[in-house]
């Protein structure tokens, strides 16, 4: 199992906070983001991950290295420009060769992966996408769903007239490798922009997964504050320390 996790964002809005680091390697309980999500991926089988990089790129391969510590292979894909969600993915396309999953590296979950990929399978889907239940989701990408929960209407960031449903793009994905073909082989390219629109517009098989799990999304200071107390709460509740 390989995966691909996005970890290039600057984090402008986080102001100082990520002026020496990218904003995936903020600490959330003493443990950077990025390697809480590195472990989790490692917990439900992935042994081979690919990680993009751009700002500060040296703060992620010092602390992950080769990823042997954590239990993965871990190679990096540097952007000297930022590539976007997909365009990350089309610089490495050769890599993956089945089914896979994509992680939008600064968010954090308890999202059972292994759920997500066995739908992903059951349903024989070209892309499905975790989904997050978001009282405001004007900052997200919003989904409609039919009765089987196949996506039928993607809208990136709505404006309030906008809004339909308040499923939420939670950033932790699976994919079939037949939706590279859809992604430009250089150049700049955004899944919420570009790719989920084309692949509705196909008539792929794109299904979401409504999570009943928890999320943390880190959109500002008030936020990754927010989620530092919720996530040293739970880990304190499940003895999870650093694990």
Not at 118 to 133: G, K, P, Q, S, V
Not at 138 to 158: H, M, T
Not at 228 to 242: A, H, I, N, P, W
Request: some cysteine; glycine content about 10%; hydrophobic content about 40%.
């Amino acid at each position: 199992m390989k995966a691909m996790v996005l970890a290039a964002g600057e984090g402008s809005r986080l102001g100082a906070l990520t002026e020496d680091k990218p904003k995936p390697m903020l600490a959330v309980g003493g443990v950077p983001i990025l390697e809480r999500n590195v472990r989790l991926l490692a917990r439900y089988g992935v042994e081979e991950i690919v990680i993009n990089l751009h700002h500060r790129p040296e703060v992620i391969v010092d602390h992950f290295g080769d990823g042997s510590r954590f239990g993965v292979k871990i190679t990096y894909s540097f952007e000297e420009r930022l590539l976007g969600t997909a365009g990350a993915l089309g610089k490495v396309r050769d890599i993956f060769r089945d089914d896979f999953f994509l992680v939008y590296g600064d968010n954090l979950t308890t999202c059972d992966l292994g759920a997500l990929m066995r739908l992903h399978h059951e349903r024989a889907a070209a892309l499905t996408i975790a989904l997050y239940y978001r009282e405001d989701p004007r900052a997200s990408g919003i989904v409609g769903l039919d009765a089987e929960d196949r996506i039928v209407r993607f809208v990136e960031k709505p404006l309030p007239d906008q809004i339909f449903s308040h499923w939420v793009n939670a950033g932790y994905l699976a994919l079939a490798p037949s939706v590279l073909d859809l992604i430009p082989v250089s150049g700049a390219s955004d899944f919420g922009h570009d790719i989920f629109g084309k692949l509705l517009r196909e008539g792929a098989r794109v299904y979401g997964y409504r999570m009943t799990e928890k999320l943390w999304w880190i959109d500002s200071r008030v936020d990754y504050e927010r989620t530092c107390r919720e996530f040293l709460e739970l880990d304190s509740s499940q003895g999870q320390g650093k694990g």
